[in-house]
């Protein structure tokens, strides 16, 4: 029973039910795999053994004493570093917060702790989640397990690696154009970002407020949804929380498609997708076809202004949220300053990294009075035109099937110093984050070199139990197998 931390959740909430391992047990087996092959990976800004071995202790407890259990009660998890911990540092991955400890949970912590959850790290991430490969990390960059000298994808890429690597049953992700999904796709994990609203945004260190969302990272679809029953539900915290009756997400995980209706738009499948991926999910479509789905090429006309829009808007917000860090209330300071605006300038120039100093100066450009009809008004009457352009779709089709990156995961370094190229891959998932609606993506093949490949499912609005059924369909009835790295 030694190599526990490469179960998933489910089935080590049935050893735990059976009694045949602790919950101490299990967080002991992540500890020794963490020690083994993070040095490897670097999947962590931060360990919390201690405070996970207090709950483990806690869950082993309730079950000594005869009570009933949770799925996920006592099973350690990865939590995202740009999510409050109370008495933990949260960082963000930016030297700005690196010696920041907030004074209250998020919402989402909160929840955690309330059940049982142990949290065995603060995975690192792209620096304010500004990156698609978890290479602006002001502390480290995160390898792939599948591959050290490839990236994991991002900005959850520490999340995704060390779910992947088995350092981690499951992990929390933020998703705003693709971070959770983009990393699941390249470590070969689920990785689901939940409709708008859905999931509590109070204590997540804000990128783009109208575009974020966080979501889990998990070994297979039922985890996913099980996670979702947990950390779905109003939030009077959070003023966009949806206050509406929310599904048992679970009760969701049938293996059947049929009359299932998916539209395969064909600006996914063009020039820009590598090859392999665009193969794999040919076969993809025939499975579902296969399984009795009714499957039609559609076309999405506002494809060519997605990235323009995304990148207006979610830099504009940024440049608002980041706002905030000045060196006067808490963060980062700098040493030597002359006057309240000099003090403002060094702070800012010495604790923000290239990336995210490059996306608060267009944020700011696109925001400012000669530019903002041009730009930020644009880009948000563009953005209602693509709202009302997938509410059409999903008049017609319950899902859209797509692939969830245009390639796999590339080289540590490949694309790091070219920011346009980098944005480019973000082309298949921002939008869903733009107009609000729930995507993910799941392991569907592996390319010529390995790595794994994923395929992306986009619902209309509220629409996530179905994309939940079809993606443990598909996973349910696909011989499609994504072998473990090899670490």
Request: proline residues 5%; contains cysteine; glycine residues 8%.
């Amino acid at each position: 029973m030694k190599e526990l931390y490469n179960k998933t959740a489910k089935e080590l909430n049935e050893l735990l039910n059976s009694k045949e391992v602790s919950s101490v047990e299990i967080t002991n087996s992540f500890i020794e795999r963490i020690k083994e092959v993070e040095p490897k990976v670097e999947a962590f800004i931060r360990h919390t053994f201690n405070d996970a071995l207090e709950t483990a202790k806690i869950v082993d407890k309730k079950i000594a004493s005869g009570e009933k259990i949770a799925i996920l009660e006592g099973i350690p998890m990865a939590l995202k570093d740009n999510m409050a911990t109370k008495g933990v540092n949260t960082t963000s991955a930016s030297k700005m917060l690196e010696n920041y400890v907030p004074p209250y949970d998020a919402t989402i912590v909160k929840k955690l702790r309330e059940n049982n959850i142990p949290i065995i790290g603060k995975a690192n991430m792209d620096e304010f989640a500004m990156g698609s490969s978890t290479e602006t990390s002001y502390f480290k960059k995160t390898k792939n397990p599948y591959d050290l000298s490839r990236i994991p994808g991002g900005s959850s890429g520490g999340s995704a690696a060390g779910v992947a690597a088995d350092m981690a049953a499951w992990a929390l992700g933020s998703d705003t154009g693709g971070s959770i999904r983009q990393p699941a796709s390249h470590c070969g994990l689920v990785g689901f970002k939940p409709t708008y609203g859905t999931v509590s945004r109070y204590g997540l260190f804000a990128l783009a407020s109208s575009l974020d969302q966080i979501g889990p990272l998990t070994k297979n679809v039922e985890d996913c949804a099980h996670i979702m029953d947990l950390i779905a539900g109003h939030d009077e915290m959070d003023s966009t929380s949806l206050n509406i009756d929310y599904p048992k997400y679970s009760d969701s995980l049938i293996a059947d498609v049929k009359g299932l209706k998916i539209g395969v738009p064909k600006e996914y499948m063009g020039a820009g997708i590598a090859p392999d991926i665009k193969a794999a999910i040919e076969n993809a479509i025939k499975k579902y076809e296969d399984m009795g789905a009714i499957i039609e090429e559609t076309s999405i006309p506002l494809t060519d202004y997605f990235l323009s829009v995304y990148y207006i808007i979610q830099c504009a917000e940024a440049s608002s949220n980041l706002a905030r860090y000045d060196g006067i209330k808490y963060g980062y300071r700098a040493d030597k300053f002359s006057d309240l605006t000099d003090l403002y300038k060094k702070t800012r120039s010495q604790a923000f990294g290239d990336e995210v100093k490059r996306r608060i100066l267009l944020g700011t450009y696109v925001l400012s009075s000669g530019f903002y009809d041009a730009y930020y008004k644009k880009a948000e009457q563009v953005r209602m035109l693509m709202i009302q352009n997938f509410a059409e779709l999903f008049e017609k089709y319950d899902l859209l099937l797509t692939p969830t990156v245009p390639n796999t995961a590339f080289k540590l370094g490949e694309k790091s110093e070219d920011p346009v190229q980098m944005y480019l891959e973000d082309i298949c998932s921002v939008a869903a984050n733009i107009t609000g609606v729930p995507a993910i993506s799941i392991p569907c093949g592996i390319d010529s070199s390995g790595m794994p490949i994923g395929m992306q499912l986009i619902g209309k609005h509220l629409a996530d139990t179905t994309l939940i059924r079809a993606a443990y369909a598909y996973e349910q009835n696909s011989s499609i197998k994504i072998p473990k790295p090899n670490i």
